[in-house]
């Protein structure tokens, strides 16, 4: 849940630059503050939540440990959020949804292998591998959009 909190933002932004992108004007600026709250969150997460979540949720002390590994993996939501946002706009949905089949081709073998030899902190690394490897795909799949559409 608190990783939720902390990720909301990319989800409030994508309903901004969504339309933006789509009619063709410039989010730079919002995509720039975007990324840098999310490494602010994440290093929030890995830092300051772990101490603070044993006084404040005593019940939760289990997720201590889950938190700074999780919160790894609000950088690579924001860039997917970003770069999903930017290949709507331009109309390329399969890449998204290549990115997403990547996302669960990488995550339900890592969750289980990684998993039964780590436990928790296994799972949840796995999460943040998917995620990575989904934004790293529409970060290049953007890249050669834009090159293919300079050459042309």
Avoid: C, W
Avoid at 12 to 22: E, M, R, S
Avoid at 55 to 73: D, K, N, Q, R
Avoid at 115 to 120: C, D, I, K, Q, T
Wanted: hydrophobic share 50%; glycine share 8%.
């Amino acid at each position: 849940q608190i990783i939720g909190l902390l990720g909301i933002l990319p989800g409030i932004v994508f309903n901004y630059i969504l339309p933006q992108d789509a009619s063709g004007h410039s989010t730079t600026q919002v995509k720039k503050i975007t990324l840098l709250f999310s490494v602010g969150f994440t290093l929030i997460g890995i830092f300051l939540i772990p101490p603070l979540m044993p006084i404040v949720f005593p019940e939760y002390t289990e997720a201590v440990t889950l938190l700074p590994i999780l919160s790894l993996s609000l950088v690579p939501i924001a860039v997917h959020t970003i770069f999903s946002s930017k290949l709507l706009g331009q109309e390329k949905t399969r890449y998204i949804l290549i990115g997403y089949l990547i996302s669960i081709s990488i995550l339900l073998p890592s969750m289980i292998i990684l998993g039964n030899e780590f436990g928790a902190e296994g799972i949840a690394t796995a999460y943040v591998l998917s995620q990575v490897a989904s934004a790293i795909l529409l970060v290049f799949a953007a890249q050669l959009l834009a090159k293919n559409e300079s050459s042309s």
